[in-house]
Each structure stands twice: as structure tokens, then as C-alpha cells.
């Protein structure tokens, strides 16, 4: 028998994994990873159908909905904005306690003798004024097309939600690094609560943990930087996203 | 023309070839011996049309309650129903579903998601290698920065600040904003989505979002110490990100 060649060796492995068992059952029937993909329409709709991309996405969309300048992309970029920042904090999470002996000590040891920890923070930084600015933008679109009209008022709650959120999670985290610039700038912003009517000092007192800020503020800010409230973004996110497919799909075309 | 499925076609082929056996088999009072369907409705209506007028006469002539003749046509083994045509639907409904311009989402929008979100990361990463995130010395109580600023995104409230009461500036002008926000499709019952009818709503936007743009800048770049006006330009900058 002559001696297989290395391009058949490899045809015969594949052939063998993808007829194995425990490769069926990762990969759905009809997906790409079972029949291979060529080009056709009905591979094109599989390749949607048969994976986690059916959670977000429908099989066809309008045409409009795909062009760039309609939507200039700032919904998606801020969901991945967010998927970046969950990524990338969970990095940081891994060096650092949210105690006001250790928290500014645990940035700098970060910083300096952490592989890649400079620029993972560097990253959870940007990204995260970027995502400010992206949901910003993203409402203002939204706005400006018309798009919270019926049947998509509740959406659009949900939206003004998320917004909400997004300035939460970003005022949070600016108290973690415990520098200066965090101390001072959450003493103007709790400062300003503060003022909130009848249950001004209960509302400072709560979002706080004390009196003043101390290491108790900087656990249960920690807590609901961390957890909290990107467990609840996650939740309205799931209700938008969702919504819009139920409205009917992306707003226009004008 | 529509697509009649073959099992119909051969059925009604079927049918049709029974039926006509019958008829030749039996003489029936219908004088049609066309095959073809409607020529033969039509025929069937005639007949049923004469038979009436002849009913009419006779009741004119002595008043007999007569039955309604049995249908004249029954199919084999007593069908009094038979598969005539298949009808495309939407031809006879009004199906009120209008055909959409639709695309893909593989591969025309995934592409354009996977470039955008490649193109936000790279720019990320590049950023963060060259710019550095803020560290200041370790926070203290003792020594208060000058100036002491919020995060950007509420240097605009902090511009209020320098205004109004800190109820007014803190709490009732932001959190009235943001109730008009929730409420706007609410309030908005212009169902349009054209720029050129909703100018009003527009503008009302615009002049909203630039008050809060305007304010936030003035806060970040034109405060300076003890939030004193400054010039960027002419005393420097008291800003961090």
C-alpha cells in the first residue's frame, strides 16, 4: 500500500473529527462547522440559525439597516465597548482590593510590575470614556431619526436606562484607583446627591457607607462597579436588544 | 402562474377523468359535455338559473310545494365537493405582509459589525500604548486639589453648580432632564420620522444637547483654579480625563 501524503493524512483526520460524536455535539446540525460553508443562501441563513448569533441578530434585515451611515454603528460598538470593559476589568480585578490602605498601592504595583497592566488599564480607561461618549451619540441618532417613536417608546426608556447606567458605572470605577483626582472628584459628585430633597443626607449616607468617604465607600462602590450594576445593565441590555427585534428591527429609513 | 403541487394536479386529474365517465355512463339533466372546468361552471349555472325559472312558473301555476332538486352533480361515491384550482395566495386575499428589500446578516452585517468592533479595539490598544491613564499621589483629605472637578460628564452640573442652589443645579435641573428624556415618545406624538416634520422636536434637541456640550466644556477647559474663568490657552490646563 503506497504511503498516504500529508494532505490526505490531514482530509483523514478532519473526516474522523467531524464524524465523531463529541464534535456533533458541540456543533448543531446544519451548522457550518458540521457541512462546511460554501456560498448559498441557505448557508448563509445556517450560518446565522445554527449559532449564538440567532440571540441577536434575525437571519435577513432590512437593507437600510445594514449601511454604515445610518447608524454610524454606535449601538454595537457600545455593547462591545462594554464586552471590552468586562474583559479588561476582569484583568485588573485580579490585582487589585478595594481597601483604602491597599487600592492606590495595588495600581501602581499594577503599573509597574505587572505584565501588560499598564495598558490593560490604560485600556479599561479609554474605553470606558469612549463608551460614555458612544451612548451618548448613540441616543442623539436615535433621537435625531425619529427612531423612539411608536412602537418603540419602551425601547427607548429602556435606552435612557441604559445611558443611566453607563454614567453610574463610570462614576464608580473613578473612585477605585484612591488617588487625588478620585477622592475629589466623588466628593463634588456625592457632594451634589447630597442636595437630593427630604432624603439628601439618607441618600449621601447610603452611597457612601459612612459619613464621608472612606473604605467603606471604596468596598461598596467596588461592589457595585464590579458586580452590581453591570449585572443590571446586563439585564436591560438583554430588554433592548431583544426590543428591538420585537419592534419590527432598526428605525428608517428616513 | 402559480406552482400547483404535482399530487393536487394528479388528483384533480383524477377526479375530473371519474367524473366525466359518470356523466357519459348516466345522462344528467346538465347538457354540458365540455371537460374544461370553468366551461362547465358556467354551464352548471345556467342550468341551475333555468331550473328557478321554472320553478317560478309552475308556482305561479298551482301552488306545489316542491323540494329543491338534489345537486345535479355529485362526484363519486356522493363528494359534493371537488378540488376546481389552486389559487395562489394573495391573488383573491388582501394579504397585507409587502414584500421588504431584506439582506443577509451573514455576511452583510456581521462584516461590518466584526470591523467596526476590530477597528474600536485597535484604536484602544494604540491609544493606551501612547496615552497614559491618570495616577495622582495617593488620595488625602488634608489637602484639597484646586481645582476639585467631577468626571467630565458632570462638569456640566458642576458649571450649574456656580449658578443655582445645589437642590436646583444638583438635583431638580438633571433629574428633570432626564425625566423629559424618558418621557420624550411620549409627549412627541408626531408620528414622522422625516427630518423637514419635525422641526420643532429637532431643534428642541439641539438646543438641548448643546447646552449640556457647552456646559461641559466651559467646565472642563475654561475652569481653573478655585473654578475661577480661565482661558485655556492663557493659563493652561486644569483637566484630567
Known amino acids: 500500500m503506497a504511503k498516504q501524503s500529508l494532505s490526505e493524512k490531514l482530509a483523514d483526520i478532519s473526516e474522523k473529527t467531524k464524524s465523531s460524536q463529541a464534535w456533533n455535539s458541540i456543533f448543531r446540525p446544519g451548522s457550518i462547522f458540521r457541512k462546511g460553508y460554501s456560498d448559498s443562501p441557505r448557508n448563509r441563513s445556517y450560518v446565522v440559525m445554527n449559532s449564538l448569533i440567532y440571540h441577536l441578530h434575525p437571519v435577513k434585515v432590512k437593507r437600510h439597516a445594514v449601511k454604515v ?20 476589568g476582569i484583568f485588573l480585578m485580579f490585582f487589585y482590593r478595594p481597601t483604602a490602605a491597599q487600592a492606590w498601592d495595588d495600581i501602581y504595583t499594577l503599573q509597574t510590575s505587572v505584565t501588560f497592566g499598564l495598558l490593560v488599564r490604560n485600556m479599561h480607561r479609554w474605553a470606558a470614556h469612549l463608551m460614555v461618549l458612544s451612548v ?8 435625531y431619526h425619529g427612531a423612539y417613536k411608536a412602537p418603540r417608546e419602551f425601547n427607548w426608556v429602556i435606552g435612557v436606562i441604559l445611558l443611566t447606567l453607563t454614567l453610574l458605572l463610570s462614576f464608580t470605577g473613578y473612585l477605585l484607583p484612591w488617588d487625588q483626582l478620585a477622592l475629589w472628584a466623588v466628593t463634588v459628585g456625592t457632594n451634589m446627591m447630597g442636595y437630593t430633597p427630604v432624603f439628601g443626607d439618607q441618600v449621601r449616607f447610603v ?9 467603606d465607600t471604596l468596598l461598596r462602590w467596588y461592589v457595585l462597579h464590579v458586580l452590581m450594576l453591570p449585572f443590571v445593565a446586563v439585564i436591560f441590555m438583554a430588554i433592548h436588544f431583544w426590543r428591538v427585534r420585537k419592534d419590527g428591527g432598526i428605525s428608517g429609513p428616513l | 402562474m402559480a406552482e400547483i403541487p404535482e399530487h393536487l394536479l394528479k388528483r384533480a386529474e383524477e377526479a375530473k377523468a ?20 370553468p366551461e362547465e361552471l358556467l354551464d352548471r349555472t345556467k342550468a341551475a338559473s333555468d331550473r328557478e325559472t321554472v320553478l317560478a312558473t309552475q308556482d305561479s301555476g298551482a301552488q306545489v310545494e316542491s323540494p329543491p332538486p338534489p345537486p345535479t352533480t355529485a362526484g363519486p361515491a356522493g363528494h359534493t365537493q371537488r378540488l376546481l384550482a389552486v389559487v395562489k395566495s394573495g391573488s383573491i386575499q388582501d394579504v397585507k405582509l409587502k414584500p421588504v428589500d431584506k439582506v443577509h446578516v451573514w455576511p452583510h452585517l456581521l462584516v461590518v459589525e466584526f470591523v467596526a468592533a476590530l477597528a474600536v479595539t485597535a484604536f484602544s490598544v494604540v491609544f493606551s500604548i501612547f496615552v497614559n491613564a491618570p495616577l495622582l499621589e495617593l488620595a488625602n483629605f488634608n489637602q484639597t486639589p484646586n481645582p476639585s472637578k467631577a468626571p467630565w460628564y458632570f462638569l456640566g452640573l458642576q458649571e450649574l453648580l456656580t449658578m443655582f ?3 436646583v443645579a444638583g438635583v431638580t435641573i438633571p433629574g428633570l432632564a432626564l425625566f423629559l428624556l424618558i418621557l420624550a415618545p411620549y409627549i412627541d406624538k408626531n408620528p414622522s420620522n422625516k427630518p423637514e416634520d419635525r ?38 490646563l486644569f483637566f484630567e480625563l
Open chain 2, 199 to 236: 422641526k420643532f422636536a429637532i431643534s428642541l434637541m439641539t438646543i438641548h444637547l448643546m447646552f449640556w456640550a457647552v456646559l461641559v466644556m466651559i467646565g472642563s477647559f475654561f475652569r481653573g483654579p478655585g473654578f475661577n474663568f480661565i482661558f485655556p490657552w492663557a493659563d493652561g
Open chain 2, 18 to 37: 371519474r367524473a366525466s365517465a359518470e356523466e357519459s355512463s348516466e345522462p344528467s339533466s346538465d347538457q354540458s359535455s365540455e371537460t374544461k372546468v
Open chain 1, 69 to 88: 451611515s445610518y447608524t454610524l454603528c454606535l449601538g454595537g460598538l457600545s455593547f462591545f465597548l462594554f464586552i471590552l470593559l468586562t474583559v479588561t
Open chain 1, 136 to 143: 451618548f451619540l448613540h441616543m442623539a441618532r436615535v433621537f
Open chain 2, 165 to 167: 442652589h445645589p437642590m
Open chain 1, 207 to 215: 452611597l457612601l457607607g459612612g459619613v464621608e468617604i472612606g473604605t
